[in-house]
């Protein structure tokens, strides 16, 4: 358990942050005591949205393979309103070139899909990271501040992982 001035971290995160605007709300509705909270069920559970698994196994954590799919058959079409016929003949083009993939990974050829050498140096980091936390090595606390430390923002202030 990660300490704060020798605290665990979610007393001091309900020092700082919460037990303030408890007390404020309190000014607000004296019978604050008597209101009860019940915690509701993620919109959104962590099973969902979490990529730490993926992470250590070396897996994709984001739809980047999706966009560079779009982004070839884009290329491919040539335009953004292609007529039916164009975009039958593209789904075709694109459905041959997939055969094509399938038959060289059946036939036992291996298909190297280019990285950006800062991406994989990124993703080498954070498996480093996720290994160092599951193995003890660095606590919680520790670990996010150091992957913090990775996130990169690009010219329009979107973060590159």
Same mark, same amino acid.
């Given at each position: 358990?990660? @300490?704060?001035?020798?605290?665990?971290?979610? =007393?001091? /995160?309900?020092?700082?942050?919460?037990?303030?605007? =408890?007390? %404020? #709300?309190?000014? &607000? $509705?004296?019978?604050?005591?008597? =209101?009860?909270?019940?915690?509701?069920?993620? #919109?959104?559970?962590? !099973?969902? $949205?979490? +990529?730490?698994?993926?992470? #250590? %196994?070396?897996? %994709?954590? *984001?739809?980047?393979?999706?966009?560079? $799919?779009?982004?070839? /058959?884009?290329?491919?079409?040539?335009? *953004?309103?292609?007529?039916? $016929? *164009?975009?039958?003949?593209?789904?075709?083009?694109?459905?041959?070139? +997939?055969?094509?993939? &399938? *038959?060289?990974?059946?036939?036992? &050829?291996?298909?190297? +899909?280019?990285?950006?050498?800062?991406?994989?140096?990124?993703?080498?980091?954070?498996?480093? @990271?996720?290994?160092?936390?599951?193995?003890?090595?660095?606590?919680?606390? !520790?670990?996010?501040?150091?992957?913090?430390?990775? =996130? +990169?923002?690009?010219?329009?202030?979107?973060? &590159?992982?």
């Amino acid at each position: 358990m990660s @300490l704060i001035f020798n605290k665990p971290f979610h =007393i001091y /995160f309900y020092d700082l942050f919460l037990q303030n605007q =408890i007390a %404020e #709300l309190g000014l &607000i $509705w004296p019978n604050l005591n008597q =209101i009860r909270l019940q915690r509701a069920p993620a #919109l959104f559970p962590p !099973e969902a $949205w979490n +990529v730490y698994r993926m992470t #250590l %196994e070396g897996h %994709e954590r *984001t739809n980047n393979a999706m966009e560079g $799919w779009n982004n070839s /058959f884009r290329n491919l079409i040539g335009h *953004t309103n292609p007529s039916l $016929w *164009t975009l039958i003949k593209g789904i075709k083009q694109d459905q041959t070139m +997939v055969l094509t993939t &399938i *038959t060289q990974i059946k036939r036992g &050829i291996q298909i190297n +899909v280019p990285k950006k050498r800062k991406y994989k140096a990124c993703q080498d980091r954070l498996q480093r @990271l996720c290994r160092e936390t599951r193995d003890g090595h660095r606590d919680t606390l !520790e670990a996010l501040r150091a992957i913090g430390h990775c =996130i +990169v923002l690009d010219r329009k202030n979107e973060p &590159i992982i």
